[in-house]
């Protein structure tokens, strides 16, 4: 039982390149949703998901975009990189989100834009 | 707008001591609160505590919920170095689908 998988662990880009960070669950689960933690700042909502072909944007979505085409996969993609968006992301998912069950984390995605 | 506050920001104790740490919200129709626990990598779920479940205790760790206060600690007793982490505070409110997280309490456990 994998539960969230994050790819890549790590990654450098240059600033205004493009790329997609992948997570996959195998949990069967609706909600869905991506976060950065940066030092002092805690955890942010970036983009969330609750089933598939259903997305909506958190605290922080600018220059993110997401899609859900299935339940399993939400990747989180970078359209051009800016040095601001070097930060630690995660992924997570829950049953439903009405269901009192946590999210659980994937181990994350740590980004450095140059 | 929806906010999560944890004190202290960062701890420094000696294993065996007693911590406690504080989480105080403002969130429009409060649904649940979370505790997470963050060593290197992805937090783990520790509590979470509802209006049906204010109190919640897992061998040297418990939790408790002030609705009327609008807060929280989480207790660890005798801590061990094993207890050095980032510890995330976070609550969800009916009105949306969002879980928001304070900026967490650094507690560093030295022998």
């Known amino acids: 039982n994998a539960g969230v998988t994050q790819t890549p662990k790590f990654q450098v880009l240059k600033t205004g390149q493009s790329m997609t960070l992948q997570c996959a669950q195998d949990m069967n689960h609706e909600y869905m949703s991506w976060y950065r933690q940066d030092p002092g700042m805690g955890l942010r909502l970036i983009h969330y998901?609750?089933?598939?072909?259903?997305?909506d944007q958190g605290e922080v979505p600018n220059g993110y975009n997401v899609s859900r085409s299935t339940t399993e996969d939400f990747p989180l993609r970078l359209l051009s990189a800016a040095p601001s968006q070097t930060s630690v992301y995660f992924c997570?998912?829950?049953?439903?989100?009405?269901?009192?069950?946590?999210?659980?984390f994937g181990d994350g995605t740590r980004l450095s834009i140059l | 707008e929806d906010k999560v506050v944890q004190s202290p920001l960062s701890l420094v104790v000696h294993e065996g001591d007693t911590v406690t740490l504080n989480c105080s919200y403002e969130v429009t129709n409060f649904r649940s609160l979370l505790w997470y626990k963050q060593e290197k990598k992805a937090p783990t779920f520790l509590f979470m505590l509802t209006s049906s479940g204010i109190e919640k205790k897992s061998g040297r760790l418990s939790s408790i919920l002030d609705k009327k206060e609008l807060s929280s600690i989480l207790n660890i007793t005798a801590t061990q170095t094993g207890d050095s982490a980032i510890y995330l505070c976070?609550?969800?409110?009916?009105?949306?689908?969002?879980?928001?997280f304070g900026t967490g309490t650094r507690l560093q456990v030295f022998p």
């Open positions: 997570a998912s829950s049953r439903t989100r009405n269901s009192n069950q946590p999210q659980h």
């Open positions: 976070a609550v969800e409110s009916y009105n949306t689908d969002k879980l928001i």
């Open positions: 998901s609750v089933g598939a072909g259903i997305t």
